[in-house]
């Protein structure tokens, strides 16, 4: 309760404070980019290495239920289900606006406008939603997941998964409180994000479907029936309401990619997409680890920290969801279904919808950069849409795609965050329908705050902000998941024969005994925990 008063409050303060809370915000995000950008950098890289090597290594194997329990979903429903969480809206419009951005202020010093400068713009986004990206929601996966399915106990809240803080010390008491607040806080910063960036485009494009005029009134309007969509579903649950969403999310996404693809300029986009490929290969390290120490950051530099931020606010909850859905797959499995599924499917909107909005801007078909600068980003996606065969179907199937993509995502973070509040929850119980709608109405009144402030920059910023406690967490849960690696009695009982006081006064013979009990052991042990 005093977290959902605490954004009531910061709502209040968004929509009364103006220019001068934006500058306070703004001066905030100046000292973390500046400060702190290495701190995200660093995180993205030790995250990556280290589940680079859990993925090739023996602890890959290591199966989240008994033994031979087999998938609770087929690969392609687990996969669905984990990319339809984890995108919403942004993608749609961010994957046509962000390489425009790129393009007047490129990375790696290349002219703006030049060749370069578009090989690059449409490479660098890819970069932001692929495999760094996505590897981050591994900690928190495997962390949940092994304590719910190997480790038998209830996870209702991340703090459950770092079991560095088990015990009943008061520190170890208060940082599990901090954790949880601090999750929540993260969660309301990557949705109020999605929101904010998310309402004027579909506000935009409703207006041109039915001709009405685009202003706070339609917004308003729009956000009364986005609340009738999350009363319903969030009132029937996950079974009732949220998993048809899903299904519906995934195949508008589907269709309105392979539309823009086989009516675009299907060729220009193959070969934009396999030189971004190598390109990106290439890069791959300058780009993860450039802090600009010796200059001036440019726009890609600054949307990196923008979306490391947002991955982090987004972490702990796409974490539960995952873990809860993976019972009976191995931690490779579902790392090898995040980089596919989620990164692939991720840079595949980047490759499609950006190529074609680099191409309609270097033919001159439209002057997309311009419109962007002078009309915002909502006007750059009407424009890019109007370019299309059977534009007003285009629009349709856009708007309908917005419409489901932010329902999921927020019906699925109501769900979440009212099972993180809740106080005392059962392992196949779910939240209260109380407080499910509490937090769907502060999701609404804190994006309309959002909205009512208006501009990219105020949403990046407050982003980022709330994302960056949730920075401090991370090490946290990497420490847990290398103690309960390390003891997990699978793959680590032939380090205990070495263990033995009398290893090395042990006959052959003895030795062989000893690593046969000492398999018996690994396996009635895990029988015993299954």
């Known amino acids: 309760m005093p977290t959902v008063i605490l954004f009531f409050v910061i709502s209040g303060l968004l929509i009364a ?27 993205y890289v030790i995250n990556f290495v280290f589940f680079a090597y859990l993925l090739i290594s023996k602890y890959g194997k290591i199966r989240f239920g008994k033994k031979d329990e087999k998938p609770e979903y087929s690969t392609f429903q687990w996969g669905s289900m984990v990319f339809a969480t984890a995108i919403d809206a942004s993608i749609l419009m961010l994957s046509i606006v962000d390489p425009l ?63 560095v803080l088990d015990g009943d010390s008061l520190w ?65 649950g996950l079974n009732g309401g949220i ?41 791959f390290i300058p780009m993860s680890t450039n802090t600009v120490p010796n200059g001036t950051a440019g726009v890609a530099q600054k949307e990196t920290i923008f979306y490391w931020g947002w991955w982090l606010s987004y972490m702990p909850f796409m974490g539960l969801f995952i873990a809860r859905i993976s019972r009976g797959r191995t931690i490779r499995q579902i790392l090898v279904g995040m ?65 489901i993509f932010l329902a999921t995502t927020i019906s699925s973070s109501a769900f979440v965050l009212s099972s993180f509040t809740s106080l005392k929850l059962k392992a196949d119980q779910e939240p209260s329908r109380l407080n499910r709608m509490t937090w769907v109405i502060v999701f609404v009144i804190f994006g309309f705050s959002l909205v009512v402030v208006g501009g990219f920059q105020t949403v990046q910023t407050f982003c980022t902000i709330a994302g960056f406690p949730v920075l401090f967490i991370f090490p946290l849960l990497l420490a847990s998941i290398i103690k309960m690696l390390h003891s997990d009695p699978s793959v680590n009982h032939f380090k205990m024969i070495a263990a033995h006081p009398m290893h090395r006064f042990m006959t052959r013979r003895q030795r062989r005994r000893r690593r046969n009990d000492l398999r018996t052991w690994a396996r009635e042990t895990a029988k015993d925990k299954d």
């Open 172 to 236: 170890k008491t208060a940082l599990r409180r901090i954790v949880d607040i601090v999750v929540v806080f993260g969660i309301m910063g990557g949705v109020g994000a999605s929101i904010g960036l998310e309402i004027p485009v579909i506000s935009k494009t409703l207006s041109i479907l039915t001709g009405l005029k685009d202003n706070l009134g339609l917004k308003s309007e729009l956000f009364a029936v986005l609340f009738v969509i999350f009363t319903v579903t969030v009132f029937k």
């Open 243 to 283: 998993d048809k969403l899903s299904n519906a999310h995934i195949w508008t996404a589907i269709i309105f990619l392979a539309i823009v693809l086989l009516v675009g300029p299907t060729v220009y986009i193959l070969n934009s997409e396999t030189s971004s490929i190598g390109l990106l290969v290439q890069k």
């Open 17 to 43: 404070g103006g220019s001068s809370l934006q500058s306070f915000l703004g001066n905030i995000l100046h000292w973390i980019s500046t400060n702190m950008g290495w701190g995200y950098m660093w995180i």
């Open 339 to 403: 980089l596919t599924f989620g990164a692939l499917g991720c840079m595949s909107f980047y490759a499609v919808l950006g190529g074609y909005s680099l191409w309609l801007q270097k033919t001159g078909v439209v002057n997309l950069v311009h419109i962007l600068n002078t009309q915002g980003q909502a006007a750059v996606i009407a424009a890019v849409i109007s370019t299309l065969p059977f534009k007003m179907i285009m629009f349709a199937i856009y708007c309908i795609s917005c419409f």
């Open 101 to 163: 951005r790129y393009l007047q202020d490129p990375p790696f010093g290349a002219k703006p406008y030049s060749t370069t400068a578009y090989d690059v713009s449409h490479m660098y986004g890819q970069f932001n939603w692929g495999p760094m990206a996505w590897l981050m929601f591994a900690a928190p996966t495997i962390a949940i997941g092994y304590v719910m399915y190997k480790k038998k106990r209830k996870v209702q809240s991340l703090s459950n998964a770092i079991t």
